[in-house]
């Protein structure tokens, strides 16, 4: 007797323009197109996956793809399973430090204070020692350079980066590093002096066309940023042979930006659209605090979708935009247990946004190495997610974000933290076929 079937509950079905069943799995993140001559049929099975009418041919594909399972199978065991690997990452340490908490940018929605300089000395010695005391716990350590603008502060980076590359050589643990920085300083000499210190992944950005750009990304005087960050780009581009690196060109938008959007996304594919070092996320510029955003018109990520598949097209790679809707790419860094932000002065926190709410301050780095942790500070980060909203639990969407892909939002407002791709699903599918 053959054992019983069901569809994956999982399962995101969307029909295109020529009526092709795209045909994606949140939880395995498996994808298949069937073409429009088959598509009924394809959807009858997957409606229907007993139905004697259904050929065998099928449904061996479609089992072997998790897109049909056994009846038995429990999915939202294996969906929970998911999410204490993903917040747990318990053989992985991942440091988010500021060697700086000044910037040379005064960016029009920017929501830090600029009220911290460089990291102090006790810190800079206590962020090794912490990785030394607890080394053997993890097989890898990844730190990412944030700020301020890390490579205002760059002897911290470069005198932290040679000692904790040297502990964990000698404890066979592997070492990376990325970093979110303006691109100002990232000319070629800084850039191979980052390649030493394995540095090989950036966060720049470019918010739009030079006019734009340069009316919300401004120097401390006020002046505009463009020109000196894509001639930076360029460089690197043109005179690094290395593919060790990627480079993830980050725009902001905003809603006066909207028009000129396709003139942007053409510059954009003429000067990268070949090079695999470099992909693109585009992303609405919301309210993250401070006072200058709220005189800025905002738009929405409704306003951006139909120009992202337009961008793809024309061979720009936007997978940090398109791959949120696989198996856990929608949680947020706050919500992982091994991730911790270290201020310049010590201070432990979880989340990058809001540095002065009482609640992300969850913890002290101290001078011999230890962390002091107000462990109920830190459950509110990283409980309470999908393993107890009911709104999460048969949620077609939860093996992408499990209910984490914003911590703080839950925090503040006590509610569902749903993103955003979640109610734009059919489009994200769409999307997945299109990606070159």
């Given amino acids: 007797m053959s054992k019983k079937l069901k569809s994956s509950k999982f399962n995101v079905e969307v029909y295109d323009k020529e009526g092709n069943l795209l045909i994606f799995n949140t939880l395995t993140g498996n994808k298949t197109k069937i073409g429009s001559t088959s598509a009924a049929r394809v959807a009858k099975l997957l409606r229907e996956p007993q139905s004697s009418l259904s050929s065998e041919l099928d449904k061996d594909f479609f089992i072997s793809q998790k897109f049909i399972i056994d009846e038995q199978t429990d999915e939202y065991e294996v969906a929970s399973e998911l999410h204490r690997n993903t917040i747990n990452a318990h053989r992985t340490l991942t440091l988010i430090l500021l060697p700086t908490e000044n910037c040379n940018f005064r960016c029009k929605y920017c929501y830090e204070s600029f009220e911290k ?24 350590i990844h730190f990412e350079w944030f700020g301020g603008e890390p490579l205002t502060a760059y002897p911290v980076i470069e005198a932290i980066s040679e000692r904790v590359i040297n502990i964990c050589r000698k404890n066979k643990v592997r070492y990376t590093a990325s970093m979110t920085t303006n691109g100002y ?20 950005s470019l918010d739009g066309a030079k006019e734009f750009h340069d009316s919300q990304r401004v120097l401390f005087g006020g002046q ?44 954009l594919a003429t000067n990268f659209s070949n090079d695999k070092r470099f992909n693109f996320f585009w992303k609405t510029v919301g309210d993250w605090g401070g006072d200058s955003v709220k005189n800025m018109n ?12 337009e961008n793809i097209k024309k061979g720009l790679d936007f997978r940090p935009f398109t791959n949120v809707i696989y198996p856990g790419e929608s949680v947020c860094y706050a919500a992982k247990k091994n991730n911790f932000v270290i201020g310049s002065d010590g201070i432990v926190y979880k989340c990058t946004v809001a540095f002065n709410m009482e609640e992300n301050q969850i913890g002290q780095l101290n001078d011999d190495g ?26 077609f969407f939860r093996p992408s974000c499990q209910g984490a892909t914003c911590p703080l ?16 699903i059919k489009t994200y599918v769409e999307y997945q076929f299109e990606t070159v």
């Fill in 185 to 204: 300083l990232l000319n070629l000499d800084m850039f191979r002096k980052l390649q030493k210190l394995r540095v090989v992944k950036y966060q720049i």
């Fill in 409 to 424: 939002s839950r925090i503040q407002t006590s509610k569902s933290p749903c993103p955003p791709q979640k109610s734009n």
């Fill in 117 to 140: 300089n460089w990291m102090t000395e006790n810190v800079r010695n206590a962020v090794v020692e912490y990785v030394a005391k607890n080394i053997s716990n993890y097989d890898s």
């Fill in 370 to 395: 230890s962390m002091t942790i107000n462990e109920e500070r830190l459950k509110l980060w990283v409980t309470g997610h999908e393993e107890s909203d009911s709104n999460c639990q048969k949620c």
């Fill in 298 to 309: 905002l738009c929405t990520l409704e306003d951006l979708l139909p120009q992202i598949g």
């Fill in 224 to 267: 505009g940023s463009f020109e000196k960050i894509f001639r930076n780009l360029k460089a690197i581009k043109d005179n690094i042979t290395s593919s060790s690196f990627l480079i993830n060109v980050r725009s902001n938008i905003s809603a006066g930006m909207l028009d000129s959007l396709d003139t942007f996304s053409g510059f």
